[in-house]
């Protein structure tokens, strides 16, 4: 893997959090507008309906358009592609905010768009931000700096829910909506500010079709991270309904309210916090893949255990402590898997292995979405949980049956360990002259 340049290395620190300071205050605002549509839309329209087809819009992007929005990553400037991605975002808010402000109710056809294009920027953004952090910090501390900015995602999950609760209750939903705005001008200035390296495939000529081949072609090549990767889509399928039913978990099983339901979501997100932490200051492992599987058993069991409590307040204590358990685990999972994928391929190609990857991890959750309702009113949501916490369960099981998978950090390590040792050797050998 290629390094940063030196230049970038002697100011790496300032520059990351500057970058990792603007993706907290642009997260956080977009989060907060996010909260906000899907509030006003159980307010105004009371269907489940809706609000699946809002999760689905949510999740299609991500499936459909990853394979070809790698390429275009590899090949077009990183800063600016961020820039016009948050910019794209703030339009359609006013766009929605002036609709708000002239009619009683906002256009449910407008919504859904808006929703879309976030969706979109937002498929665009993630591996974009992936493929740029192996270039702004030194190899050794790409785990550290992947838990930080988990960290910061969890933070905006905690913060986002409770602070869009208050302001949805204070202010006018068309003018809630700017906040979209202000979260874009404050990121992109902060953008501005920060120095984003080049990488080589920068400004090459796109073929999207070989190009998408290509990723999958270097996914498939490298058999353990492929296996990894399917395991990781079976476990996305197996977990996707137990995710979207949480609400409904907490306010029909256990007899809870809205309030509870929102209790539930931050206490996951407070134990992401207290795992992006730990990793953000401790993650230097020389085998990744343990605490990954570690991650594996820990959300298996909680969830799992979740299905069997009593439908009573005590229930719901266990309940929350099992989810801020889980939501402890979950950065070990996808933060530690990101620092590995980061450092098995270079910088120029990232782009389009990850948008593959990403689709691929993905592609299962709306099928997993389609059958979660219309199963859990056949059995109960509380089984849901139950098959949920088994199916992960078993694909930790599997991960570590198969060498490849469960030595994969081990063989990874070696090869860097391999390079850096081939490097060093060139600038320390020095042939001797020949006189003539």
Request: proline share 6%; charged share 10%; with cysteine.
């Amino acid at each position: 893997m290629e390094n940063p340049p030196s230049f970038e290395l002697k100011n790496w620190r300032k520059n990351f959090y500057l970058f990792l300071s603007g993706q907290f205050l642009s997260g956080i605002t977009s989060m907060l507008v996010q909260y906000s549509i899907i509030w006003y839309l159980t307010k105004a329209t009371g269907s489940a309906t809706i609000l699946s087809f809002a999760t689905l819009l949510g999740m299609i992007p991500m499936v459909v358009l990853s394979p070809f929005v790698g390429p275009l990553i590899d090949r077009w400037n990183k800063k600016t592609l961020l820039i016009i991605t948050d910019i794209i975002v703030a339009i359609f808010a006013v766009f929605l905010s002036i609709a708000g402000t002239i009619s009683a109710d906002f256009p449910l056809w407008l919504v859904f768009v808006s929703l879309f294009i976030r969706s979109v920027a937002q498929t665009f953004q993630m591996p974009t931000i992936q493929s740029i952090l192996p270039t702004m910090v030194p190899e050794s501390e790409i785990t550290r700096v992947n838990g930080q900015l988990g960290t910061v995602q969890s933070a905006n999950f905690i913060i986002a829910p409770a602070l869009g609760a208050f302001l949805f209750s204070i202010i006018p939903m068309n003018l809630l909506i700017l906040f979209d705005v202000l979260g874009a001008f404050l990121g992109v200035g902060m953008l501005l500010l920060v120095t984003i390296p080049q990488v080589v495939s920068e400004g090459e000529k796109v073929h999207l079709l070989t190009d998408s081949k290509f990723g999958l072609q270097k996914l498939l090549e490298n058999k353990g991270l492929w296996y990894i990767t399917i395991i990781g889509a079976v476990f996305t399928l197996i977990f996707m309904p137990a995710a979207s039913l949480y609400p409904l978990m907490t306010m029909d099983y256990f007899n809870g309210t809205v309030g509870q339901a929102g209790l539930i979501e931050v206490i996951y997100s407070v134990g992401m916090l207290g795992g992006g932490a730990i990793i953000g200051i401790f993650g230097k492992w020389k085998d990744r893949m343990k605490p990954i599987l570690a991650a594996y058993g820990l959300i298996g069991i909680t969830i799992g255990l979740s299905g069997y409590l009593p439908g009573n307040s005590r229930g719901f204590i266990l309940f929350v402590g099992l989810n801020a358990i889980a939501g402890f685990a979950t950065p070990f999972f996808n933060t530690l898997l990101m620092a590995m994928i980061q450092q098995s391929y270079e910088p120029k190609y990232l782009g389009r292995i990850l948008g593959v990857l990403n689709s691929l991890m993905s592609i299962t959750g709306p099928v997993g979405l389609i059958f979660a309702g219309p199963l859990a009113d056949k059995i109960g949501v509380e089984k849901i949980f139950i098959i949920a916490g088994v199916g992960t369960l078993i694909c930790g099981v599997i991960t570590f049956l198969i060498p490849a998978t469960r030595n994969y950090d081990k063989a990874l390590q070696e090869k860097l360990a391999t390079k850096k040792y081939k490097k060093r050797s060139r600038f320390l050998y020095r042939p001797p002259k020949v006189r003539p």
